[in-house]
């Protein structure tokens, strides 16, 4: 038992998950003096590491690797005395000690105890799961269009999906191809009234209507998309594209803090504008919340943020606070 009564197997902060969001809290956790630590998942791996170049991350002019890029903050972190190990979370409950409440993280066969937890497990884009996706993922099909986008200057691109995002996104493309077309399922739009508008005044933006993609392919990188026409049985077409994006939703992880913390309908966390959630003494950061801009250099300011609040949260609990 330390003086507050809490006993010493008992860490100041766990930080579930190994990406941007929770190396970022994890250094600030413990540049902070507190005792972290960061698990990352054994079956998933942070978003980022599929991603061949990354070019706006700021201070990183001439571009970096996804997966370097993790070994860099993951160095950083650890150099700092944040603890680290692989294993799936499969709970967050409640425990106490004395008065003092904490939480129980439990990961394969072993739990952990904190007074905090910090939530950044990230979030992913379903796949259409057809031929040539895997294959050809980061040689032309993306799942971000501010990522990749500049890539495709001047070439041809295929987008997928009808809502919001899709649509947004097929906007933002034509600032670099030469055409977008546009694959829904359905013949009609689900994205707001406003986008709808200005896709269809974009001279740039083509549709196929009714159509699902059948198969990715080309050479070294996409050569073109074949679809089919999911009214007409039999119809097929085939669209040169060197790009293929997909946006037919993102799917959070928070099955963990589920019943836990308070979800949006879509199952993101939500959370204050210093990442506390619903629960106290549990934070979230990173693409896992309810947000406008999931990106790499979003995903640190909130972990850095997650990390101080969890600080104050702690000192308040031990009663240092300043
Ligand atoms: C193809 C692609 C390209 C992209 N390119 C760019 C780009 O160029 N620039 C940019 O800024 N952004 C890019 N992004 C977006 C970027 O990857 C994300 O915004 C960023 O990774 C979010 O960081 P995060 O830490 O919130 O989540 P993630 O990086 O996804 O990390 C989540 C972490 O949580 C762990 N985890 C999940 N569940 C559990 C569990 N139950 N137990 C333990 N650990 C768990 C995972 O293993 C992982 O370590 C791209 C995304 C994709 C898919």
Known sequence: MDKF??????????????????????????RAGLRGLCIEGESSIS????????ENYPGIPEGINGFE????FKKQALQFGLEMMSSDVTSVKQTK??????????????????????????????????PGEDAYTGKGVSYCATCDGPIFRNREVVVVGG???????????????????IVHRRDR???????????????????????VVEEISGKETVEK??????????????IPAAGIFIFTGLTPKTDIIRGVADLDQGGYIIVDANMHT????????????????????????????AAFSAQLYIEELKGESY
């Open 5 to 30: 009564n809490i006993p010493e197997h008992v860490y100041d902060v766990i930080i579930i998950g190994g990406g941007p969001a929770g190396l970022t809290a994890g250094l600030y956790v413990s």
């Open 47 to 54: 978003q980022i590491t599929v991603t061949d170049l990354i």
């Open 69 to 72: 890029l993790i070994e860099r």
């Open 97 to 130: 000690w004395d008065d003092i409440q904490g939480w129980k993280v439990t990961a394969g066969d072993r739990a952990y105890d904190a007074l905090a937890v910090i939530c950044a497990t990230g979030a992913y884009w379903r796949k259409l799961g057809v």
């Open 163 to 181: 809502g919001d995002t899709a649509v947004q996104e097929a906007i933002f493309l034509t600032n670099f191809t030469r055409k977008v077309t």
């Open 189 to 211: 739009l689900r994205a707001t009234k406003i986008l709808q508008k200005r896709a269809f005044a974009n001279s740039k933006i083509d549709f196929a209507w009714n159509s």
């Open 225 to 238: 998309v074949k679809i089919k026409n999911v009214k007409s049985p039999g119809v097929t077409g085939e």
């Open 278 to 305: 619903s629960a106290k003494g549990i934070f979230a950061a990173g693409d896992c919340i309810k947000k406008r801009l999931r990106q790499v250099v979003t995903a640190c300011g909130d972990g850095a943020t």
